[in-house]
T-cell receptor, first 111, second 116 residues
Protein backbone atom coordinates (compact mmCIF):
# COMPACT_ATOMS: atom_id res chain seq x y z
CA UNK A 1 0.00 0.00 0.00
CA UNK A 2 1.19 3.49 -0.73
CA UNK A 3 1.83 6.01 2.01
CA UNK A 4 3.24 9.48 2.49
CA UNK A 5 5.41 10.74 5.35
CA UNK A 6 6.09 14.39 5.96
CA UNK A 7 9.03 14.94 8.28
CA UNK A 8 8.28 17.66 10.81
CA UNK A 9 4.78 18.73 11.73
CA UNK A 10 5.97 22.28 12.22
CA UNK A 11 8.75 24.24 10.51
CA UNK A 12 9.72 27.79 11.43
CA UNK A 13 11.94 30.00 9.24
CA UNK A 14 12.88 33.65 9.14
CA UNK A 15 11.65 35.87 6.35
CA UNK A 16 14.11 35.61 3.44
CA UNK A 17 15.46 32.23 4.53
CA UNK A 18 15.31 28.97 2.60
CA UNK A 19 12.17 26.91 2.99
CA UNK A 20 12.58 23.11 2.93
CA UNK A 21 9.60 20.85 3.61
CA UNK A 22 10.32 17.14 3.44
CA UNK A 23 8.14 14.43 1.93
CA UNK A 24 8.89 10.73 1.46
CA UNK A 25 6.56 8.25 -0.15
CA UNK A 26 6.28 4.53 -0.47
CA UNK A 27 4.85 3.04 -3.61
CA UNK A 28 5.36 -0.15 -5.54
CA UNK A 29 4.80 1.64 -8.85
CA UNK A 30 5.83 5.08 -10.12
CA UNK A 31 3.52 7.54 -8.42
CA UNK A 32 2.01 10.87 -9.26
CA UNK A 33 3.08 13.38 -6.59
CA UNK A 34 1.53 16.64 -5.47
CA UNK A 35 2.06 19.47 -3.02
CA UNK A 36 -0.96 21.41 -1.77
CA UNK A 37 -1.18 24.48 0.47
CA UNK A 38 -3.95 25.32 2.91
CA UNK A 39 -4.49 28.79 4.33
CA UNK A 40 -6.55 29.15 7.52
CA UNK A 41 -10.22 28.28 7.16
CA UNK A 42 -9.85 27.45 3.47
CA UNK A 43 -9.68 24.40 1.28
CA UNK A 44 -6.49 23.12 -0.32
CA UNK A 45 -4.86 24.67 -3.37
CA UNK A 46 -2.43 22.97 -5.73
CA UNK A 47 1.16 24.23 -5.53
CA UNK A 48 2.75 21.83 -8.01
CA UNK A 49 2.63 18.29 -9.32
CA UNK A 50 4.90 15.63 -10.75
CA UNK A 51 3.45 13.13 -13.20
CA UNK A 52 6.12 12.29 -15.76
CA UNK A 53 9.10 13.96 -17.42
CA UNK A 54 11.39 16.48 -15.77
CA UNK A 55 12.07 15.62 -12.16
CA UNK A 56 12.43 19.25 -11.05
CA UNK A 57 8.97 20.75 -10.95
CA UNK A 58 8.22 24.45 -10.58
CA UNK A 59 5.00 25.62 -9.01
CA UNK A 60 3.24 28.78 -8.01
CA UNK A 61 4.58 31.45 -5.63
CA UNK A 62 8.23 30.51 -6.27
CA UNK A 63 8.01 26.97 -4.90
CA UNK A 64 9.63 23.98 -6.54
CA UNK A 65 10.09 20.29 -5.78
CA UNK A 66 12.40 17.57 -7.02
CA UNK A 67 11.31 13.98 -7.56
CA UNK A 68 14.12 11.62 -6.49
CA UNK A 69 13.16 8.05 -7.25
CA UNK A 70 16.25 6.56 -5.58
CA UNK A 71 15.40 8.34 -2.32
CA UNK A 72 11.59 8.05 -2.74
CA UNK A 73 11.43 11.75 -1.91
CA UNK A 74 9.61 14.81 -3.20
CA UNK A 75 10.85 17.69 -1.00
CA UNK A 76 9.40 21.18 -1.42
CA UNK A 77 11.70 24.20 -1.47
CA UNK A 78 11.58 27.96 -1.86
CA UNK A 79 14.78 30.05 -1.90
CA UNK A 80 13.42 32.97 0.11
CA UNK A 81 10.47 32.79 2.50
CA UNK A 82 7.83 35.49 2.58
CA UNK A 83 5.39 36.24 5.38
CA UNK A 84 2.54 35.26 3.07
CA UNK A 85 3.96 31.71 2.83
CA UNK A 86 2.77 30.93 6.36
CA UNK A 87 0.29 28.10 5.92
CA UNK A 88 -0.05 24.34 6.15
CA UNK A 89 1.49 22.27 3.38
CA UNK A 90 0.47 18.78 2.35
CA UNK A 91 2.30 16.26 0.23
CA UNK A 92 0.11 13.71 -1.59
CA UNK A 93 0.67 10.60 -3.69
CA UNK A 94 -1.67 9.14 -6.26
CA UNK A 95 -1.45 5.47 -7.06
CA UNK A 96 -4.21 3.23 -8.29
CA UNK A 97 -6.75 5.99 -8.70
CA UNK A 98 -6.71 7.26 -5.10
CA UNK A 99 -5.03 10.31 -3.59
CA UNK A 100 -3.34 9.80 -0.22
CA UNK A 101 -2.13 12.74 1.85
CA UNK A 102 0.67 13.13 4.34
CA UNK A 103 0.09 14.47 7.82
CA UNK A 104 0.88 18.05 6.88
CA UNK A 105 3.61 20.54 7.84
CA UNK A 106 2.72 23.91 9.30
CA UNK A 107 5.11 26.59 8.10
CA UNK A 108 5.66 29.68 10.26
CA UNK A 109 7.59 32.68 8.93
CA UNK A 110 9.21 35.04 11.44
CA UNK A 111 9.82 38.69 10.55
CA UNK B 1 -18.04 29.27 -12.36
CA UNK B 2 -18.68 28.16 -8.77
CA UNK B 3 -16.19 25.23 -8.64
CA UNK B 4 -16.84 22.86 -5.73
CA UNK B 5 -19.62 23.94 -3.37
CA UNK B 6 -20.10 22.37 0.05
CA UNK B 7 -23.09 22.90 2.32
CA UNK B 8 -23.52 23.53 5.16
CA UNK B 9 -20.34 25.32 6.28
CA UNK B 10 -20.97 24.58 9.96
CA UNK B 11 -23.13 22.03 11.73
CA UNK B 12 -23.62 20.81 15.29
CA UNK B 13 -25.25 17.43 15.84
CA UNK B 14 -26.16 15.29 18.78
CA UNK B 15 -24.84 11.74 19.08
CA UNK B 16 -27.04 9.36 17.12
CA UNK B 17 -28.44 11.92 14.72
CA UNK B 18 -28.02 11.48 10.99
CA UNK B 19 -27.29 14.10 8.39
CA UNK B 20 -26.10 14.61 4.83
CA UNK B 21 -23.22 16.83 3.79
CA UNK B 22 -23.76 18.17 0.31
CA UNK B 23 -21.14 18.54 -2.40
CA UNK B 24 -21.72 19.84 -5.91
CA UNK B 25 -19.32 20.69 -8.73
CA UNK B 26 -19.99 22.43 -12.02
CA UNK B 27 -16.81 21.47 -13.90
CA UNK B 28 -18.05 18.15 -15.32
CA UNK B 29 -15.41 16.29 -13.32
CA UNK B 30 -15.53 12.52 -13.36
CA UNK B 31 -13.71 12.00 -10.05
CA UNK B 32 -15.11 13.14 -6.72
CA UNK B 33 -14.01 12.36 -3.20
CA UNK B 34 -14.59 13.08 0.47
CA UNK B 35 -11.86 13.63 3.07
CA UNK B 36 -11.87 14.35 6.75
CA UNK B 37 -9.19 16.54 8.28
CA UNK B 38 -8.11 16.09 11.88
CA UNK B 39 -5.16 17.77 13.65
CA UNK B 40 -1.89 15.92 13.07
CA UNK B 41 -3.46 13.38 10.74
CA UNK B 42 -3.65 15.26 7.47
CA UNK B 43 -6.54 14.46 5.17
CA UNK B 44 -7.90 10.93 5.20
CA UNK B 45 -9.95 9.59 2.31
CA UNK B 46 -13.46 8.48 3.27
CA UNK B 47 -15.09 7.55 -0.05
CA UNK B 48 -14.52 8.34 -3.68
CA UNK B 49 -16.24 8.01 -7.04
CA UNK B 50 -14.83 7.73 -10.55
CA UNK B 51 -18.16 8.48 -12.23
CA UNK B 52 -21.92 8.46 -11.86
CA UNK B 53 -23.13 5.21 -10.34
CA UNK B 54 -19.66 4.15 -9.16
CA UNK B 55 -18.37 4.59 -5.61
CA UNK B 56 -15.63 2.97 -3.56
CA UNK B 57 -14.23 3.05 -0.04
CA UNK B 58 -11.20 4.99 1.07
CA UNK B 59 -9.12 4.73 4.22
CA UNK B 60 -11.82 5.52 6.80
CA UNK B 61 -15.27 4.60 5.41
CA UNK B 62 -16.95 3.26 8.55
CA UNK B 63 -19.99 5.27 9.64
CA UNK B 64 -20.33 7.04 6.30
CA UNK B 65 -22.33 6.36 3.17
CA UNK B 66 -22.18 7.92 -0.31
CA UNK B 67 -23.98 7.75 -3.62
CA UNK B 68 -23.31 9.29 -7.03
CA UNK B 69 -26.51 9.51 -9.02
CA UNK B 70 -25.32 12.44 -11.16
CA UNK B 71 -21.93 13.71 -12.31
CA UNK B 72 -22.41 16.95 -10.39
CA UNK B 73 -23.39 15.75 -6.90
CA UNK B 74 -21.67 13.54 -4.33
CA UNK B 75 -23.43 13.69 -0.93
CA UNK B 76 -21.88 12.19 2.20
CA UNK B 77 -24.25 10.68 4.76
CA UNK B 78 -23.51 10.18 8.43
CA UNK B 79 -25.71 7.29 9.46
CA UNK B 80 -25.58 7.69 13.26
CA UNK B 81 -23.29 10.51 14.35
CA UNK B 82 -20.60 9.80 16.96
CA UNK B 83 -18.25 12.23 18.75
CA UNK B 84 -15.32 10.61 16.88
CA UNK B 85 -16.78 12.03 13.67
CA UNK B 86 -16.18 15.59 14.84
CA UNK B 87 -13.95 16.91 12.09
CA UNK B 88 -13.63 19.19 9.09
CA UNK B 89 -14.91 17.52 5.94
CA UNK B 90 -13.65 18.40 2.47
CA UNK B 91 -15.07 17.44 -0.88
CA UNK B 92 -12.80 17.46 -3.93
CA UNK B 93 -13.17 16.81 -7.65
CA UNK B 94 -11.02 16.47 -10.74
CA UNK B 95 -10.93 15.16 -14.26
CA UNK B 96 -9.72 11.63 -14.57
CA UNK B 97 -7.37 10.79 -17.44
CA UNK B 98 -6.96 7.09 -18.10
CA UNK B 99 -6.66 4.91 -15.03
CA UNK B 100 -4.53 7.29 -13.04
CA UNK B 101 -5.38 10.28 -10.91
CA UNK B 102 -2.88 12.79 -12.26
CA UNK B 103 -5.05 15.89 -12.41
CA UNK B 104 -5.15 18.56 -9.69
CA UNK B 105 -7.95 18.23 -7.17
CA UNK B 106 -10.34 21.15 -6.74
CA UNK B 107 -11.41 21.47 -3.11
CA UNK B 108 -14.47 22.96 -1.52
CA UNK B 109 -14.15 25.26 1.50
CA UNK B 110 -15.08 22.51 3.94
CA UNK B 111 -17.84 21.67 6.41
CA UNK B 112 -17.00 22.00 10.10
CA UNK B 113 -18.95 19.36 11.97
CA UNK B 114 -19.23 18.98 15.75
CA UNK B 115 -20.88 15.98 17.36
CA UNK B 116 -21.94 16.46 20.98
Amino acid sequence: AQSVTQLGSHVSVSEGALVLLRCNYSSSVPPYLFWYVQYPNQGLQLLLKYTTGATLVKGINGFEAEFKKSETSFHLTKPSAHMSDAAEYFCAVSVGGKLIFGQGTELSVKP
Amino acid sequence: NAGVTQTPKFQVLKTGQSMTLQCAQDMNHEYMSWYRQDPGMGLRLIHYSVGAGITDQGEVPNGYNVSRSTTEDFPLRLLSAAPSQTSVYFCASSHRVGQGLNQPQHFGDGTRLSIL
